[in-house]
């Protein structure tokens, strides 16, 4: 423990929380940050000067689901072919039909046959492109009922945050955003455009936040308890299944809708 470190704290009986986390002090952000490392498998909780024990404890407990979710990503489950797509599982099926892109069709992402890591990376192709474009109006979008001009619109490999907003107004998201409920989408958008007129998080912006989406903290009560979820995909966890014609006569087991022609 470092000497910025305010104490090793461990959670009484009783509480939802069972685990340790070093409780830091943190001077420049008045809201809660959590970090992991999976380094040294060190939690780290970083809350205002002003703070209580109690509210750390609190703000701690908030955040489990998305730490556990988020900590399970060093040890990913096995292989799969389905994915999370706007929202709705989609199953991952090789096709020989398509010879660039994947195609959605239905509740399948139709891939070319080819080596596993190809048809893999080409999945994350897929949702990173799906991502920028549907993100990219949404911004132009709420921009536009501030009346102000976005920057640069990207998007990065970010685990801890789903965006951010530099004094320039330039908006980065995580590429996974295309996974995420088309209302969660909405609300990140809403959220990094509020913060061209405040750089915060306090009372103005989270009006400025309402005015460009009312109904925001839905998506947001989702993107704590279950965005963790998708921070862990990687495509490397994708598993196409092999293409329809190789198995078209094969009995399809009960609800495997992707078996049919």
């Given amino acids: 423990m470092s000497s910025r470190d305010l104490a090793i704290v461990q959670p009484p009986a ?10 830091r002090r943190n ?29 750390s404890l609190a703000a701690f407990d908030i955040r489990v689901p998305w730490f556990e979710a988020f900590a399970a990503r060093k040890n990913r489950p096995k292989q799969s072919p389905f994915i999370q ?11 020989p039909h ?14 070319r046959s080819a080596p596993v890591a190809d048809m893999q990376w080409a999945v ?38 789903w965006g951010a907003c530099d004094r320039h107004n330039n908006v980065n998201f995580s590429w996974r955003l295309a996974m995420a409920p088309r209302d969660v989408q909405e609300y990140l958008a809403a959220h990094e ?23 925001w903290a839905a998506p947001e009560h989702w993107l704590t308890f279950k965005g963790g979820a998708l921070m862990a995909f990687h495509f490397e966890d994708v598993a196409p299944l092999p293409a329809l014609e190789a198995r078209h006569s094969a009995q399809p087991p009960h609800g495997a809708k992707y078996y049919a022609r």
């Fill in 98 to 111: 398509y010879e660039a892109k994947p195609q959605r069709i239905g509740n399948t992402l139709q891939v």
């Fill in 27 to 55: 001077g420049t952000k008045p809201w809660p940050l959590l970090q992991w490392r999976h380094k040294d498998k060190r939690v780290t909780l970083r809350m205002p000067k002003t703070a209580s024990l109690q509210e």
């Fill in 124 to 161: 994350g192709q897929y949702i990173w492109d799906e991502t920028l474009k549907l993100i990219t109006p949404l911004v132009k979008d709420k921009a536009a009922m501030l009346g102000v001009q976005p920057g640069q619109i990207w998007l990065s490999n970010a685990m801890r945050k």
């Fill in 193 to 215: 455009v509020a913060h061209f007129k405040h750089k915060h998080h306090q009372h103005d912006f989270w009006a400025e936040v309402n005015s460009l989406m009312p109904g």
């Fill in 14 to 23: 009783g509480t939802r929380s069972f685990y340790c986390f070093t409780l």
């Fill in 85 to 95: 797509l706007h929202g709705e599982p989609v199953t991952v099926v090789q096709s």
